[in-house]
């Protein structure tokens, strides 16, 4: 959130949000006192027999923890893993271990994951469940309103995106009011927008107010319930779940850092947060370095608007060192599908001589082979450019933003 520093402790370095696999978002939820389905976390073979047996049956739900949506729709890339996704459902304790072993160590593809897919080194198995039907409850920060939200729909299981697209009337925003929390007439709206009556109404009341004690009081960014599901028996269930967290909160929530698998994260997000740098790892050819998310937005629009895709979002932010800009510079270098390097720095809090520095100091010690176009403008502009010029380097000057943006596309393309 653009507002979270504000919870930083001095000090701590700035950190996106972090995300923790499915089985521990339950277990954060339970412990609120939500209803979830038993279910036990296997982290190898050995464990599947265990796991198996501590659960009654007769079905069993073999589910690939990984962190991104579209588990059950996806395909694994390895031929041994069969055509099923990841979530299976499992007749027999044989059936679990077949599909443990057709999952665990294989690369898993989804909507949410590259072509490459995320090899699947958890998985969670989960008692089966009879539902009768599926909705959707999500929980997050409405930038309009300033508030937290939920998000309700009787259409469940399905991506919200697509709902909200083609029958936007089925989905409730319903922001709730922090000082007063869930009140009786908020729990009421969601049921009814659920259609929720008898012991899921009941179930209802209770769940909406648990599920947001949990998000404030752990700093989530995002709570995603889908499906929530009414059973046979007329009871609510919570079938799956996805949390992310405030990173810049984190301090507060050593219980939660320990949930974090950096296996999931992209090495190069890893090493920028130990720099303090906001950096996200995109699909595209050209790296850019920007200070300011704004600014960087702007950026990536502008490199796509003349036909190229951003590789990267990275924000150096507003106190950066020419230390702390090499390390920037090297870590978009690390990414071999970058072809070329676009820096856009506007100078306040940050000087425009020290980017340059910074840059000058990085391309010497990466023997950059890519084009590069630098854009400065602000404090100690003329002394950046200056900088740059003397600097006997290979590094195209841009006047501004649109300059900058042409200039690296046709070099790019060029190469």
Known sequence: PACAGSFRKPGQTRQVSMNIHEYQAKAVLKSFGAPV????????????QKAVDTLPGPLWVVKSQIHAGGRGKGKFIEAAAGEKGGVRLAFSKEDVLDHAKAMLGNHLVTAQTSDAGKQVNRLYIEDGADIDRELYLSLLVDRATGRPAFVASTEGGMDIEEVAHETPEKILTLPIDPTAGVTEADAAQLCDALKLDGAAREDGMKL?????????????????INPLIVMENGRLRVLDAKVSFDGNALFRHPDIVELRDTTEEDEKEIEASEWDLAYIALDGTIGCMVNGAGLAMATMDIIKLYGEEPANFCDVGGGANAEKVAAAFKIIMKDPNVKGILVNIFGGIMKCDVIAEGVIAAVKETNLAVPLVVRLEGTNVEMGKEI?????????????LDDAAQKIVAAVKEA
């Open 37 to 48: 389905a038993e279910g036990v976390p296997v982290l190898s073979l050995d464990d599947v």
């Open 208 to 224: 909406f107010p648990i599920l947001y004690k949990a998000f404030i009081e752990k700093d989530m960014a995002m709570l995603e």
């Open 388 to 400: 740059i010029k003397n600097s006997g380097l290979n590094v195209i000057p841009a006047d501004d």
